[in-house]
């Protein structure tokens, strides 16, 4: 779940990875989509706006649409009438090149805050000014001032409230299936999972998912292999 937008504005939306395939309901075999076609984005499109409109419905019947007022039931009708004529737009893109790129697409939203220090320009009494890519106008980077007030009035809009969950996993991927059918898939399919020895370690994978060399003093011109072999010659603090 991504709930910010560049300017830090409430954009909530969610990132879908829909595996290209499932298991048969004999858990036999494992059935893949075609390889030009996964989901009728006109049908799913419908389905949504179905599904949506049925919720907002839902809310008014009982009394929980926050921040709406209708005299009645008809000019509530009225609102409902006009969004069953719009087209609903469904973003569905293909897959990525690999498995990797995936995962750094990804870990853009998953692991971060709704705006990072980097692009924090000035803070004053009063002001913060900070940099954005506006996509509407050629992805181009520009600079926005808010007041203090402001600034963390729309960061704390994407402080996920109670029992919200950013990341969740179903079907095969779920965290009951992983030892389970999504192993049975892998020997279905004869795919070898990758060992844990290629894995990254942790410090390793910090440094490369947020560019920082944490072996390298930032006000030390030393080079990373010359700050460990001075740390290997220090004395331990027992003696």
Avoid at 180 to 188: G, W
Wanted: include cysteine; proline fraction near 5%; aromatic fraction near 12%.
């Amino acid at each position: 779940m991504h709930t910010w937008g560049q300017t830090l504005s409430y954009h909530p939306h969610v990132h879908f990875i829909v595996p290209g395939g499932g298991l048969c309901l004999d858990t036999m075999k494992f059935k893949k989509t075609r390889r030009k076609y996964l989901i009728p984005v006109k049908i799913m499109s419908s389905t949504f706006k179905g599904i949506f409109i049925n919720a907002l419905k839902k809310l008014f019947k009982e009394h929980k649409l926050i921040g709406w007022h209708f005299d009645d039931d008809s000019e509530f009708q009225k609102i409902v009438d006009v969004v069953y004529s719009k087209d609903f737009v469904v973003n569905c893109k293909s897959n990525f090149d690999s498995p990797t790129h995936v995962i750094n697409y990804l870990c853009q939203y998953t692991h971060r805050v709704a705006i990072a220090n980097h692009r924090i320009l000035k803070v004053t009494d009063q002001f913060v000014t900070f940099k954005y890519k506006d996509y509407r106008d050629d992805h181009k980077t520009k600079t926005m001032t808010l007041t203090g007030i402001e600034f963390i009035r729309r960061f704390l809009m994407h402080v996920l409230p109670s029992g919200f969950v950013k990341i969740r996993h179903y079907g095969i991927l779920a965290g009951r299936n992983r030892h389970s059918k999504l192993a049975h898939c892998q020997r279905i399919m004869k795919i070898i999972p990758s060992k844990r020895s290629n894995a990254f370690s942790k410090i390793d994978f910090l440094s490369r998912f947020m560019n920082v060399d944490f072996y390298k003093c930032p006000k030390c011109p030393l080079e990373p292999s010359k700050l460990l072999s001075i740390n290997a010659a220090m004395p331990s603090p027992d003696g």
